[in-house]
């Protein structure tokens, strides 16, 4: 079966921008994580999403946001771009998140 | 709050030999615990799980790992170490949140493999 298809792999944006990165589970998986990468701060948890419904939330600003639609395709936003916000940003689908993940292969921001 | 350790920011091996990597965790329940590996520009593959049972736990890739309740531990083990196991691997602990069980992972322990 698919994996998680995240699109586009590389994306380089301008400060002050906005961004919207998409995601598609696995067939039958209703679970959708999101997370951000950096070589500083590791894997933190964005937030998760079961069945279009945010379940999950981490400890982000309100400049991140994310929606999830009733193919439970995903996505997340982020509003006015920062330098900091560069990072890989990996979405993950569960059947439920107990069961483990499987990632997707990121999509790499760069803000400049 | 839960949290992981892994105290090994880079290990060295040969190829061949066996390898261990550890990772401590804190959490007041009893924990959902997962190894994942990460190879360059690449998202994270789930190497195996633990909840309950059997405290030895095998996954995929020839690795398996112990859980130890009273050392806080959940150690990965591979009896012969590959030059393809090279990689970044991740220790995580999942909590209860919101009806689910949200993973917190560790900084990563990055496994160089010599020939």
């Known amino acids: 079966k698919a994996g998680v298809t995240q699109t586009p792999r590389y994306l380089i944006k301008t400060r002050g921008q906005q961004v919207t990165l998409s995601c598609s589970p696995i067939?039958?998986?209703?679970?959708v994580s999101w997370y951000q990468q950096t070589p500083g701060q590791g894997l933190q948890f964005l937030f998760e999403?079961?069945?279009?419904?945010?379940?999950n939330k981490g400890n982000f600003p309100g400049r991140f946001s994310g929606r999830q639609f009733s193919n439970s395709r995903s996505e997340m936003n982020v509003s006015t771009l920062e330098l900091g916000d560069s990072a890989l940003y990996l979405c993950a689908s569960s059947l439920e998140v107990a069961y483990g993940y499987t990632f997707g292969s990121g999509t790499r921001l760069t803000v400049v | 709050a839960q949290s992981v350790t892994q105290p090994d920011i880079h290990i060295t091996v040969s190829e061949g030999a066996s390898l261990e990597l550890r990772c401590n965790y804190s959490?007041?329940?009893?924990?959902?615990l997962f190894w994942y590996v990460q190879s360059p520009g690449q998202g994270l593959q789930l190497l195996l799980k633990?909840?309950?049972?059997?405290?030895l736990v095998q996954g995929i890739k020839g690795f398996e790992a112990e859980f130890k309740r009273s050392q806080s531990s959940f150690n990965l083990r591979k009896p012969s170490v590959h030059w393809s196991d090279a990689a970044e691997y991740f220790c995580?602990?999942?909590?209860?949140?919101?009806?689910?069980?949200?993973?917190?992972f560790g900084r990563g322990t990055s496994l160089i493999v010599h020939p």
């Open positions: 999403y079961f069945s279009e419904t945010q379940r």
């Open positions: 067939s039958g998986h209703r679970s």
């Open positions: 995580a602990v999942g909590a209860l949140s919101g009806g689910s069980y949200i993973p917190t």
């Open positions: 633990y909840f309950s049972g059997d405290t």
């Open positions: 959490y007041g329940a009893t924990p959902y």
